[in-house]
């Protein structure tokens, strides 16, 4: 068994465990947690054929057939003939169902509650982030470019975590040294004594508030102006989040009239040398160097927005 495997398994003992949901009488109900769950997703769906909740729940026909049985003789759901199949029939709770339905989600509510007051706001939001990170990475559609939101107002921790960001995915992918990082700091560290918001900007992506990529915009003389610290988090490339960031800094850069926008990259970076090249970026420079525990080429493009 993989650690992986082994840790995600003890996860799950835990979990159990903490909501005591393995009870056969589900919030002392008369009820186990499967048969309230099919409650909840008949209420959900209004109305809804015992077909698409055994899909839904990937349950067994039988044993979803013996259930629904019990939940007529005991008044809690109504059988209504479909309209498009006279043999068919579709299933919506009764005025009982709703009413039982309605207890337990406060009771349920009110536990969960209870399990999370000892935790103060902070903590309440990283419980909720990462619950939203597992449910993301393993579902099949796993994130969707509307969950993405961006801003550019830089609000405290912002900074600190994009340089966390650029040394754990550049030594991780290009296998940088820790000088890289000491690179990073003391760039942000000049960016931001001489940081001035009418001809500067970062851009940052979030997925449940928390930053996934980032570009920014340095002001340089002469109407100049560098674009630095393009970054996507690997788990949320392919949504275009990177065209968003490239677009609105160059657009940020037309906007206050920059003569031409510049950076400066290595020859490793191929998906984002790719973008730069997309938007107009063209290779100026190119140096063979050493460094960050690392031999490659530094490279300077340029993009060139007035005569």
């Known amino acids: 068994m993989s650690t992986t495997t082994s840790k995600i398994r003890s996860f799950n003992r835990f979990y159990t465990a903490h909501l005591d949901i393995l009870s056969q009488h589900y919030l002392d109900s008369e009820y186990s947690l499967t048969e309230i769950r099919i409650l909840y997703e008949i209420s959900e769906s209004k109305i809804i054929t015992a077909q698409k909740i055994t899909e839904i729940l990937n349950l067994d026909k039988g044993y979803l057939s013996r259930i629904l049985k019990r939940f007529l003789k005991e008044n809690l759901i109504v059988k209504v003939a479909s309209a498009e199949d006279k043999r068919a029939f579709n299933i919506k709770l009764s005025d009982t169902g709703n009413e039982l339905l309605s207890i337990l989600n406060t009771k349920s509510e009110n536990k969960i509650e209870g399990k999370i007051e000892k935790l103060n706001t902070s903590e309440k939001e990283i419980l909720v982030d990462s619950m939203n990170t597992v449910r993301n990475l393993l579902t099949e559609n796993k994130i969707a470019r509307e969950d993405i939101t961006y ?124 973008m730069y090249k997309m938007i107009g970026f063209k290779l100026t420079q190119s140096e063979k160097v050493e460094e960050w525990g690392k031999t490659f080429y530094e490279e300077r493009y340029d993009l060139k927005l007035s005569k």
């Open 151 to 274: 801003r550019h107002e830089i609000t405290p921790g912002d900074v600190g975590y994009i340089i966390y960001l650029h040394g754990a995915i550049y030594g991780k992918e290009y296998h940088f040294s820790s000088d890289f990082e000491k690179y990073v700091i003391k760039t942000f560290y000049d960016f931001l004594e001489k940081y001035s918001p009418e001809k500067d900007r970062i851009w940052m992506a979030e997925h449940n508030n928390k930053i996934v990529g980032c570009v920014a915009i340095v002001h340089q003389p002469d109407g100049e102006a560098q674009l630095r610290w393009f970054l996507l988090d690997p788990a949320f490339r392919g949504l275009g989040i990177g065209k968003r960031l490239l677009t609105d800094a160059v657009d940020f850069c037309k906007e206050k009239n920059f003569k031409n926008v510049f950076l400066l990259t290595t020859s490793m970076q191929d998906k984002a040398l790719q």
